[in-house]
């Protein structure tokens, strides 16, 4: 398994956090004021779990709800993205 750095940790959640991106599981917006024990607080999840292999880089990383994480838990699936309205069209 992957070693952790804190320090690491920490400008990682800044970086993720700084555009303020919806969950990258269910697609909504996170309310990046809400206490970090809020279900539905941001966190920062790895893509491909540590459990299963993945690292512990920034590339490896997206911003996500704390229940989605939770329910995402170690599986390797991919994200189920709700859309509000469709794509545009690029032509």
């Not at 956090?17 to 999840?45: K, M, N, S």
């Not at 512990?56 to 995402?72: E, F, I, V, Y």
């Given at each position: 398994?992957?070693?952790?750095?804190?320090t690491t940790r920490d400008?990682?959640?800044?970086?993720?956090?700084?555009?303020?991106?919806?969950?990258?599981?269910?697609?909504?917006?996170?309310?990046?004021?809400?206490?970090?024990?809020?279900?539905?607080?941001?966190?920062?999840?790895?893509?491909?779990?540590?459990?299963k292999g993945g690292q512990?880089?920034?590339?490896?990383?997206?911003?996500?709800?704390?229940?989605?994480?939770?329910?995402?838990s170690d599986k390797l699936?991919?994200?189920?993205?709700?859309?509000?309205?469709?794509?545009?069209?690029?032509?």
């Open positions: 398994m992957a070693t952790r750095n804190t400008r990682h959640r800044k970086l993720v956090a700084a555009e303020q991106p919806p969950c990258w599981l269910c697609g909504d917006p996170i309310d990046y004021t809400l206490p970090h024990l809020d279900p539905r607080a941001f966190v920062v999840d790895h893509i491909v779990p540590l459990a512990d880089t920034l590339n490896n990383k997206r911003a996500a709800h704390r229940d989605c994480t939770r329910a995402k699936e991919s994200p189920v993205i709700r859309r509000s309205r469709p794509l545009a069209r690029r032509g």
